[in-house]
């Protein structure tokens, strides 16, 4: 099992431009979710997902979209890239929310 | 208010010397989960504590669950440069969005 994968590993923008970060799981889990990590305030949840085709927000989803179309894709979108945005964004699965969260190795964005 | 606080932010200590990490809940804790994340790198599960009194062990690291349910400590015994990183709590306050994070404690271990 290749567990959480996220891709790309690292990325730069310039400001308003948009993008997609992928995470893909293949341990059939039901629950995904997306955080940004950075520096002084920790994991924020961004959105989250409990199942294919039901999505909702975190505690920060201003500035980002996702979608779940399949049990093991969770895109991030970002439409219009903003400095405020840079940070590393990690995605995590598990089977149910309350669960033991897989994360995924992150990815490192900075925005210009 | 912050809904889980971790203690100490961030801590160095010398090689051979035992460190304890705080993690408090303003709320019960339904299930409490421990994290070591490496720089640069992803988040590595350590362990869940779930009962109230619970206690876990693996190699020099211990976690436990006071019996309140409100608060875990993480403590390391005779610690090495191995176990140098960001170690993170995670918690399961009932919500239905997942885990709740504290901010973390940096640790750095002086050789």
């Known amino acids: 099992n290749a567990g959480v994968t996220q891709t790309p590993k690292f990325q730069v923008l310039k400001t308003g431009q948009s993008m997609t970060l992928q995470c893909a799981q293949d341990?059939?889990?039901?629950?995904m979710s997306w955080y940004r990590q950075d520096p002084g305030m920790g994991l924020r949840l961004i959105h989250y997902?409990?199942?294919?085709?039901?999505?909702d927000q975190g505690e920060v989803p201003n500035g980002y979209n996702v979608s779940r179309s399949t049990t093991e894709d969770f895109p991030l979108r970002l439409l219009s890239a903003a400095p405020s945005q840079t940070s590393v964004y990690f995605c995590?699965?598990?089977?149910?929310?309350?669960?033991?969260?897989?994360f995924g190795p992150g990815t490192r964005l900075t925005v210009l | 208010s912050q809904e889980l606080e971790q203690s100490p932010q961030s801590l160095i200590v010398q090689e051979g010397k035992n460190l304890t990490i705080n993690c408090t809940s303003s709320?019960?804790?339904?299930?409490l989960y421990w994290y070591k994340q490496k720089y640069g790198e992803g988040l590595i599960f350590l362990m869940m504590?779930?009962?109230?009194?619970e206690e876990k062990s693996h190699e020099k690291i211990t976690a436990k669950l006071d019996e309140k349910k409100q608060q875990s400590s993480l403590h390391i015994t005779a610690s090495q440069p191995s176990h140098a990183g960001i170690y993170l709590c995670?918690?399961?306050?009932?919500?239905?969005?997942?885990?709740?994070f504290g901010k973390g404690t940096h640790l750095i271990i002086q050789p």
């Open positions: 995590a699965s598990s089977r149910k929310p309350y669960n033991e969260q897989f």
């Open positions: 341990m059939n889990h039901e629950y």
């Open positions: 997902s409990v199942g294919a085709g039901i999505t």
């Open positions: 709320k019960t804790l339904y299930g």
């Open positions: 504590l779930q009962k109230g009194g």
């Open positions: 995670g918690a399961d306050t009932g919500g239905a969005d997942g885990l709740t």
